[in-house]
């Protein structure tokens, strides 16, 4: 080979590497840190976002909450003050008396963790000892009506305080109507 094939051989390796370096050279890095303050940006959104999404999601159920317990303080308050209302000198229930407590047998049976007493009132006509002994009955059976409707004896109490404990002072039917009861009450 001559000095020309040389010449050739070396511009022809020489050429290509001229060329592959100074084209790689060229090539400029790109900044990350724009980039990487926008994602910071966009995470702290994200999370202001989801932050914001989670006391709204937390009101909602804290708002849901305090409805249940009101909708149940209702329930029980409307249990407790529906009483079972009988006959002068009886303590038979009525159909009256048996709707009410089919009502509370039912609401019992839904809330098996509630216990109750049984407060059985007189007009104040009778003894003393009378009334507390009508009352006592007036309980009773309110106690077993509901215990034939499945609600277990044990957990209802029965207390008499005959004329003890009267609704209405008043000296009339009216009055004593109102005071022979069976009142029950969540314990």
Not at 46 to 57: L, T, V
Request: with cysteine; proline share 3%.
């Amino acid at each position: 080979m001559g000095k020309k094939g040389w010449v050739l051989l070396a511009l022809l390796l020489v050429i290509p590497g001229l060329l592959f370096t100074t084209a790689c050279s060229k090539k400029a890095v790109k900044e990350a840190e724009p980039m990487a303050e926008k994602t910071v940006d966009d995470d702290a959104e994200a999370r202001e976002a989801a932050e914001k999404a989670r006391q709204a999601e937390l009101a909602r159920q804290q708002a849901l909450e305090e409805e249940r317990l009101r909708q149940e303080a209702a329930v029980r308050e409307k249990f407790e003050n529906e009483h079972v209302y009988f006959a002068f000198d009886s303590a038979v229930l009525d159909m009256m008396a048996q709707d009410v407590i089919k009502g509370k047998a039912s609401w019992l049976k839904e809330n098996r963790d509630v216990n109750v007493t049984i407060e059985g009132h007189c007009d104040e006509r009778g003894t003393v000892a009378y009334n507390l002994a009508l009352g006592d009955s007036r309980a009773e059976s309110v106690k077993a009506y509901l215990v034939n409707l499945g609600i277990p004896a044990s957990r209802i109490d029965t207390v008499s305080y005959g004329e003890e404990q009267p609704v209405d002072p008043g000296q009339n039917e009216a009055a004593w109507a109102k005071n022979r009861r069976a009142v029950f009450v969540i314990r």
